[in-house]
Structure formats: C-alpha cells, structure tokens
C-alpha cells in the first residue's frame, strides 16, 4: 500500500475577519469586499454558528480582490468569492502558525567595540614597525550571484616608523590598525562595490564602522567613545547610533562622539586606549515594480554570512591568536516576506483560472494587476505577512487502485504581521478552535516559533 503525501494549497488574502453571526448578513451588504474573510455552514451556507458549533462541515471563504466581474460578454466571474472545500473538523489534521519576522544583518566585531566591552582579552597590542593583515570573508548567494564564487579581501595595515630612539618596537595605538583596516574594506571593489573613482557603484557587502575608547579610560567603553562610521553615512544614522549605543551602555552623561570619516578622526597618542572594528552586512537585492513583475524574477532570502581573521604575510590565520572576534548575530532570513506570499497567491489563483499572465497588456485585460498592491485582498511585495495553516483531509470509501491516497488540502490563511498575535488572524484562530475542540479535535492546534530573531535587540551598531 502507497501513501501520497501531497497536499493542495490554496492561499487567501485577509485584511479583516468578519465574525460569523447566524442570522445576520456576513457583511453589510450581504457579500464579502475584497481582503474579507468569514465562516460558513458548508451545507446551509448561512454564516457558522461558532458559539455552539456543531460537527457538520464549514467552509473558509474570503472576497476576490479583483475589480470587475466580467471582461467581455461571455467570460465572467472575477469577482467570485474564494471558497475552501468542505471541511470536516474531524479530518483536520494540522493547524498551525507562522509569525513573520524581519531579517537580521549579520554583524562582527574585532577587538574593543561596545559588544565587546566586557571582555577584558579583546584589547590588542599593535607594534610599531608592523604590517597587520586582515582578511574578511563574505559568503552567501549575493556574493555568488555578483562574483560567481565567494568575497573575499586582504586588507593591511601599516603602524609607521618607530622612534628612533626606541631599542625594541613600542606599542602604537590600536586605533590606527582599526582605522586603516576599514579604509581598506571601504576601498574593497569586491566587499562594498566602490570604483576607481571612489564612488560606490553597487550595494556594498560590508559596512565597517569603529569603535575607539577614551584616552585614559583604561579600554573602558563608555562616555566620550567614538564611533568612526564610513564616509557618506546619513545624519539620521549617526545620531540614532548615537541613541543606541548610550542605551545599550547605560550611559547617563555626554553623548558618544560620533566621526562620519577616518580623516575626521585622529588617534591620540597611544597611553591605555583600546579599539575594535564591527563589520555590518548590508546588502540588499534589487527589485523590480509591481508593474514589470514576473513570478519568476529571483529574490533572495539567504543571509550573507561575515567571517574575519588575522593572517600572516602568506595568509595564515594559524599564527595569530591575539585579535578577540565575536559573532554578535551570523544573520538570519526573514519570514512572511510579501514576495513568497504574492507567489503563493498567484499560484493558487492559477489552480482557480485565474492566470497571472506574463504579458503585460494581458495582465491588464484579466486583472492580474489587482493581485499587487497596497489595497485590502492584495499583496503588498514591500510587506511582511503572518501565515495561519490548516491541513485537511477528504478520504475516499471506495478506492481500488489499494493507494491509502485520502486528498489533503493546505489551506493558506494570511493576514498582515502582527495579526497572529491580536487581530484579524489571532480572531480566525480562536473561532477555528472552538470549532475543532467542540469536534473532539483540539489537539491538532501547534504554533511554529522557529522563526525568532534573539540578536537582533542587541546590536549597537545603526545602518542606513
């Protein structure tokens, strides 16, 4: 005996949950608008009873977003509403959640930076009279995609002449090996993009920004800390940089000092002064409108994923131990992004006849425009969505092929973020579990939490 475990999808579109009222019209004027959604006897088709509901069928429905009915004499039905089949509380298997959430940056920090600050070992010693070697690595499908192999870069940095009067190599001040090490990024073509002219000609990979402590702070990071961001950096940035890291430091005085370029920095002489470089993934993917977009354009979902290390002049990172680097968040893809649901979508239209045509006077003519949008019932590409799932089961009685092949359904219920946890969505998900438990099926309910984003309340560091 074979089992087949597929699942037919079909997606809605919520904007808002119509509570089902027996007796009353499901809206106003009897019919559901566009982005409404509501519950109904699968057999009476009045709305579902859900106070006191029975363990008949209900059906999921929710209105079409598109704006006409007809587009010619003959072929009609545009504005049909979206219906589930019949759904027997007892044959629901599965339901479950899942709750959107930003992607995160992956962020490193080198040496003395505000994340680092506790560490006492995250100071180094740079000799005068040396050559420091950093080599960064970016992986991820950005980079592939742009260099058809993995980023990667060497940057030096040259600590100067020692004193003539000095018998042995003396120690320098560290910011000028952080200092030096981000203009080597920031004229990296490879980790941010920049031309011969100096100018940024792609999006950059990396963002460094460093951290300098207080001369006679002792390598503490607190008040009077500089943070040296890249050249070109936006005011608004400096300043909620600014704002975050006294948050996140606890300071009550002065605001931290903040310098938009190296040059507008100038290290001090070396006494007990620490420093530290945090590197910033900043890429992001280019995007075409709602206008031009095809269902097969690429968008990417994977992190880039930033590594660094202290070489020798051979690039050997093995003999070299005493650079202190920390992984604040190795980066994390985004959930309930509005281009897998806006796919999801015209997919499922498709299985309804209502196609997503390439072309684009076509798209026009069948209303696959009014899939796309910011309106209620569409899909909003720019947006982040909160998923509710419920699986389903139809089983056949007679079957004589000897194929255990019970047809399920996946039904795809979405609705703005945040709506899982009050609103429209959390409102569904509480009707459809007294309607499942009233059943003797209320143990099926499961909520997905994989998609936590832990690191990203802590980062200090603020990017355009």
Not at 48 to 60: G, K, M, N, Y
Not at 436 to 459: I, K, P, Y
Request: charged share 15%.
């Amino acid at each position: 005996m074979a089992y087949f475990n597929h699942a037919f999808k079909k997606t809605f579109i919520m904007s808002s949950y119509v509570d089902p009222v027996p007796g009353t019209p499901t809206a106003a004027s009897g019919a559901l608008t566009s982005g409404q959604l509501s519950l109904y006897d699968a057999k009476t088709w009045a709305p579902l009873d859900v106070a006191t509901p029975s363990q008949c069928q209900f059906i999921i429905a929710s209105g079409a977003p598109y704006a006409d009915d007809r587009i010619g004499p003959f072929h009609g039905g545009y504005q049909e509403s979206i219906k589930s089949k019949g759904i027997n509380p007892k044959f629901v298997t599965k339901v479950w959640e899942a709750p959107a959430h930003d992607a995160q940056n992956s962020i490193l920090h080198i040496g003395t930076t505000p994340f680092t600050a506790g560490d006492a070992n995250c100071c180094p010693t740079f000799l005068c009279g040396e050559n420091y070697h950093l080599r960064v690595d970016v992986k991820g499908s950005p980079a592939l995609r742009m260099l058809n192999h993995q980023a990667y870069q060497e940057v030096t940095a040259y600590t100067g002449c020692c004193d003539d009067a000095s018998i042995a190599p003396v120690a320098v001040n560290p910011a000028i090996v952080m200092l030096a090490w981000q203009e080597g990024i920031q004229e990296s073509v490879i980790l941010t993009g920049r031309g011969p002219n100096g100018r940024a000609n792609a999006e950059p990979f990396v963002i460094p920004v460093v951290t300098v402590t207080a001369a006679g702070a002792g390598g503490a990071v607190g008040n009077g800390t500089t943070l040296v961001y890249p050249e070109g950096t936006a005011a608004g940035v400096l300043t909620a940089a600014v704002a975050a890291t006294n948050t996140f430091l606890g300071l009550v005085g002065p605001a931290t000092v903040i310098a938009t370029t190296a040059d507008a920095y100038t290290p001090a002489a070396y006494t007990d002064e620490c420093a530290g470089l945090t590197l910033v993934g900043a890429y992001e993917e280019t995007r075409f409108g709602d206008c031009t977009f095809q269902p097969s354009d690429f968008y990417g979902t994977e992190p880039l994923r930033i590594y660094a290390s202290e070489v020798d002049l051979n690039g050997d990172p093995c003999e070299f131990t005493g650079v202190c680097i920390q992984h604040e968040c190795e980066g994390r893809k985004a959930n309930g992004l509005g281009e897998t649901v806006a796919r999801d979508f015209i997919l499922s239209e498709s299985y309804r006849q209502v196609p997503f045509a390439t072309d684009l006077r076509i798209r026009e003519i069948t209303q696959g425009n009014d899939m796309l949008g910011a309106g209620a019932g569409q899909v909003d590409r720019t947006a982040s969505y909160d998923r509710l799932m419920i699986l389903h089961s139809i089983p056949r009685y007679n079957n004589p092929t000897g194929t255990f092949d019970n047809d399920q359904y996946l039904l795809e219920i979405v609705g703005p973020a945040g709506t899982l946890a009050a609103g429209a969505l959390k409102d569904l998900r509480d009707d459809v579990d007294a309607v499942l438990t009233a059943a003797g099926n209320g143990a099926c309910v499961e909520q997905d939490v994989s998609g936590g984003n832990a690191c990203a309340a802590a980062s200090v560091v603020v990017v355009a």
